[in-house]
C-alpha cells in the first residue's frame, strides 16, 4: 500500500457484505428476519461474578494447575511474575486528565501512564487471585482506587476514544478480579465503579452512538471492538444489564459501526478463513482484531452468551474462528497466501490488496481462540494453532515493545485459558 493509500485510510474502516447476503440488509446495521430466527440469542436478566474475561471455575483451574508446576500454566505463571508491572512495588502514575491525540487545551499526550497502570492493576489481582500474594492484592487495590480518587476526564482529538476503549475495558476486568477482597472497602470500590461510568462509559457510548457523525463504515474495527468491550465490561462490573443488553444487540442486530456482526468480516471463503476487516491497513493493527474481538466473546460467554459459536450465515467457521485462521494464517510465515476481496469502505476508499506491512507481527491473544476452538470445541484450526503455539507462553502488558501497542491487550492467555 503506497503512502497517500496510508494516509487517506488512517481513520477509515472498510466494509463489503458477505458473500451470499443481500448488501441493503447488512447496510442498514441490521439482520434480516429470516437471520434472527435463525441467529437471536438470549438477552442477560443478571449478572455473574466474576463474570468478564475470567469464572470462578476458571480461577480454581489456574491455581491448582500453577501450584502442581502442571505445563504450559507454570510457564504462564512465570512469565507474568517476570513482568514488573505485576509487581507489588509497582507504583501508579494517576493523571487528572489522560490525553490522547491533539488535545485542544493543548496538554501534551499522557494515556500511556493509563495504559501502564491498568495492566499493572490487571497482573497484580492475578497474582493475588491465583496465589493469595496479599502485597499484590493490596497494590492492585491501592492503584485502582489512585486513579478513581485523581482522573476526571479523557480528552483529546478522536483518539480519546482510543483511550476510552482499549483500557476502559481493562480496569474493569482488574476491578472484577478484585471484587470481595477484603481490603477494598465499599465505599472505594463504589468510587472505582464511578470512575468507570462518569470518565469511561461517556467517551465510549458517544462513540458507539455516534461515530463523531461519520458514516458507519469510517472507522475500523478496533476501534468499535474495544469501545464495545468498554461498555460491556463496565455493564458487568456495574451490575448493569441495560449496557450488557446494548453490547449484545450492537454485534447482534443493531450496531452502525463495524463491530456490527454484518461487518466484522469483509469477505468469508471456503476454506473456514474469513477476510479480517483491517487486512488491507497492515498487520500490526490486523493481528490486534483477535485479542478484542476474543475479549467480547469471552467476557459474554461468562454471563451465559455464547458469541463463539454465533454464526448465523452458517459459515464454515464463526467469525471469530475465521479471523483468527486468516490473520494467523498471512502471520505465521512469509510463505503463506491468503485470498484477499477488494474492501471498499462507506467513504469509497479501498483496499485491493492485502498489506503485507508489519507482517509477522506478535500479539498476545491466540490462547483464549485456540483453546475455545480446539480444546474445548474439538475443531481444526490449523493455523490459530500454530500461533498459538509461536507466542506461547504469553505474555502481556509490556512484554512486547514500550509503546502503547504493547498494553493494547491483556494477555497472559497461556497461564488463563489453557485447558
Known amino acids: 500500500m503506497n503512502q497517500l493509500m496510508l494516509c487517506a485510510l488512517i481513520f477509515c474502516g472498510c466494509s463489503k457484505p458477505i458473500a451470499g447476503e443481500d448488501p441493503s440488509s447488512l447496510g ?3 439482520l434480516s428476519g429470516k437471520q434472527m430466527a435463525v441467529a437471536a440469542l438470549g438477552q442477560v436478566t443478571s449478572v455473574v461474578h466474576p463474570g468478564m474475561l475470567h469464572s470462578a ?10 501450584n502442581a508446576g502442571a505445563q504450559p500454566w507454570l510457564d504462564g505463571w512465570n512469565k507474568l511474575v517476570a513482568n514488573g508491572r505485576s509487581a507489588a512495588t509497582y507504583v501508579p502514575r494517576p493523571v ?7 488535545a485542544a487545551s493543548g496538554r501534551g499526550e499522557n494515556y500511556i501512564q493509563a495504559c501502564q497502570d491498568a495492566a499493572a492493576a490487571y497482573q497484580n489481582a492475578l497474582r493475588w487471585k491465583i496465589k493469595g500474594d496479599a502485597a499484590c492484592g493490596a497494590n492492585a487495590v491501592a492503584i485502582m482506587n489512585a486513579w478513581a480518587r485523581k482522573c476526571k476526564y479523557i480528552d483529546g482529538d478522536s483518539n480519546k476514544q482510543l483511550a476510552a476503549g482499549l483500557q476502559g475495558y481493562q480496569w474493569a476486568n482488574a476491578a472484577e478480579i478484585m471484587r470481595g477482597y477484603s481490603g477494598w472497602s465499599a465505599a472505594d470500590f463504589t468510587a472505582f465503579k464511578n470512575f468507570m461510568l462518569n470518565v469511561y462509559y461517556p467517551v465510549s457510548s458517544d462513540f458507539l452512538n455516534r461515530h463523531n457523525n461519520t458514516c458507519g463504515t469510517h472507522y475500523w474495527l478496533n476501534w468499535d471492538m474495544s469501545n464495545l468491550c468498554t461498555v460491556l465490561a463496565i455493564g458487568i462490573l456495574c451490575d448493569d444489564v441495560a449496557k450488557i443488553n446494548y453490547a449484545i444487540n450492537y454485534y447482534q442486530h443493531s450496531g452502525t459501526g463495524t463491530a ?3 461487518r466484522v468480516t469483509t469477505a468469508t471463503y471456503p476454506n473456514g478463513m474469513d477476510q479480517a476487516q483491517e487486512a488491507g491497513r497492515d498487520q500490526g493493527h490486523a493481528t490486534m482484531e483477535v485479542p478484542l474481538f476474543g475479549t467480547f466473546c469471552q467476557m459474554l460467554y461468562n454471563q451465559g452468551q455464547n458469541f463463539f459459536d454465533y454464526n448465523p450465515w452458517s459459515h464454515v467457521n464463526p467469525p471469530l474462528l475465521g479471523v483468527s485462521e486468516y490473520i494467523a494464517a498471512y502471520n505465521i510465515n512469509t510463505t503463506n497466501t491468503v485470498p484477499f476481496t477488494t474492501y471498499n469502505n462507506c467513504e469509497n476508499s479501498n483496499h485491493t490488496v492485502i498489506s503485507s506491512a508489519g507482517r509477522g507481527n506478535i500479539r498476545p491473544g491466540w490462547e483464549l481462540v485456540y483453546n475455545y476452538y480446539v480444546k474445548i470445541k474439538g475443531k481444526s484450526a490449523q493455523y490459530t494453532t500454530q500461533f498459538a503455539e509461536k507466542v506461547r507462553p504469553e505474555g502481556g502488558g509490556g512484554d512486547y515493545g514500550s509503546t502503547s501497542g504493547s498494553y493494547d491487550q491483556l494477555g ?4 488463563t485459558f489453557s485447558r
Open 412 to 415: 497472559f492467555g497461556t497461564l
Open 96 to 102: 487528572d486528565t489522560i490525553v490522547r491525540g491533539r
Open 57 to 66: 471455575a476458571d480461577f480454581t483451574r489456574m491455581t491448582t494447575k500453577v
Open 28 to 30: 442498514t446495521g441490521s
Open 260 to 262: 456490527f456482526i454484518g
